[in-house]
């Protein structure tokens, strides 16, 4: 176990559905981010947040809204998404200087968008 | 904008033996860091590795090294003692200097079997 959790593990879900990942880390690490998986494509950051301040936005649609309310849990609320948003996303968080310093990841969340 | 490239979609290897796995980047930055990411089956990503570029001397980990070589832009990793644990996909990172548009850029990483 490393630390960070992740909620559902797998997720199917309409078009017009909304639905929330959640992350939490038991790590006591003030940085936390989210990044999508997609088959035969390069791991993409979406969002970091350091000290629940949200410091970077990768050109991520808005369909997709991040939520830091407190630095161990982290959330990715879901609405009207489209099929090929459909990827394993996967959650980290790391203490210290942010994305630079030894991320920890969640198992990821398996989302299929039908 | 930084690239990372790995070659080789996949590899394999004999237990017990070495294997290297190839990373090469494009960067016009002096500063940055490289990372070796694992990830087995269960899907999570465990960092191997860390390498800092002013750094000359190379990462060491237990089994893990690698081979920076900084001119060349090549970041490959090193498995000496090859577990079948060890089987995973690998993905290769670049990271430059803490700043405003600082990214964290990955390969599209390279899957690893050992044969017992």
């Known amino acids: 176990e490393t630390g960070v959790t992740q909620t559902p593990r797998h997720l199917v879900m309409g078009m017009t559905n909304k639905k929330s990942l959640k992350c939490e880390q038991h790590l006591g690490h003030n940085a936390m981010y989210w990044y999508k998986q997609s088959a035969k494509k390069p791991l993409e950051l979406m969002f970091v947040?350091?000290?629940?301040?949200?410091?970077e936005n990768n050109s991520v649609p808005s369909r997709f809204s991040p939520e830091c309310p407190n630095s161990s849990h982290l959330f990715l609320h879901l609405h009207t998404l489209q099929p090929e948003d459909s990827a394993l996303y996967l959650c980290a968080s790391s203490q210290g200087r942010v994305l630079t310093d030894t991320q920890y990841f969640g198992p990821g969340t398996r989302l299929t968008v039908l | 904008a930084q690239t990372v490239t790995q070659s080789q979609p996949e590899m394999s290897v004999q237990e017990a033996e070495t294997v290297t796995l190839s990373c090469t980047y494009d960067?016009?930055?002096?500063?940055?860091?490289l990372f070796w990411y694992k990830q087995p089956p269960s899907r999570q990503m465990i960092l191997v590795i860390r390498?800092?570029?002013?750094?000359?001397q190379n990462a060491t980990e237990n089994r893990f090294s690698v081979n920076f070589q900084k001119a060349a832009k090549s970041f490959s990793l090193k498995i000496s003692d090859s577990q079948l644990g060890d089987a995973a996909m690998y993905f290769c990172?670049?990271?430059?200097?803490?700043?405003?548009?600082?990214?964290?850029?990955f390969g599209k990483g390279i899957t690893l079997s050992v044969r017992p």
């Open positions: 947040y350091n000290f629940k301040e949200q410091t």
């Open positions: 960067t016009s930055e002096s500063d940055y860091y």
């Open positions: 390498q800092e570029a002013y750094k000359q």
């Open positions: 990172a670049y990271r430059s200097a803490p700043g405003a548009n600082s990214k964290l850029t």
